[in-house]
């Protein structure tokens, strides 16, 4: 069974990518997945005026993720992925998380554009840097709770009172008219 869970600070120090042994760049926070002990992937983020760069106002860069070899095809970077949405999302202060992209040869830093698309990112610069846009996905989200809420009302098969009449089983008010 596998666990996703924040990394420490020794973790930022000490993980390196599998692939090209680098540790992870200038980094606030990140989350690891781990499997018998062993962290097989690792998404590494820090607010953009931290890095300095070219990155949008109020967003958050993913500087590293990557899945060990023999665990690639399991979703680990999708849900590291997630993982850091959902915690930028909570803050309400930052639009984007932004990550590099390439439709070259990718590595830890440069994200293959065809992940970054199926995860709703957006090329912001061409054939460099891709972003989602947190406002957009929370609003959605949102929406799904709120259509979910009516059609649970809407089976539960009450419905709201009219206002101003009375329900049935409820006297009315003395200063009511009736």
Known sequence: MRSLVAVDSNDL?????????RPAPRS??????????????LATCSPADQLGGLY???????TQLWVR????????????????????????????LVAGGT?????????????????GFTESVPGVQWRLD????????QAVRSASALMGRL?????????????????PSPSSPH
């Open 134 to 141: 947190l406002r957009r996905t929370a609003r959605v989200k």
């Open 155 to 171: 089976l539960d098969g009450r419905r709201p009172a009219p206002a101003g009449r009375t329900t049935r089983g409820v006297p």
């Open 28 to 41: 606030a926070f990140g989350f690891k997945v781990v499997r018998d002990g062993e962290v097989i992937g």
């Open 56 to 62: 949008p106002v109020a967003s958050v860069v993913i």
């Open 13 to 21: 120090a000490t993980l390196r990518c599998p692939w090209c042994g």
């Open 69 to 96: 070899p023999d665990d690639v095809g399991e979703l680990v970077g999708s849900q590291l992925v997630q993982r850091a949405a959902a915690v930028v999302v909570g803050t309400r202060r930052l639009r984007y």
């Open 103 to 119: 439709h070259g040869p990718s590595d830890c830093r440069h994200l293959p554009a065809r992940f970054l698309s199926a995860l």
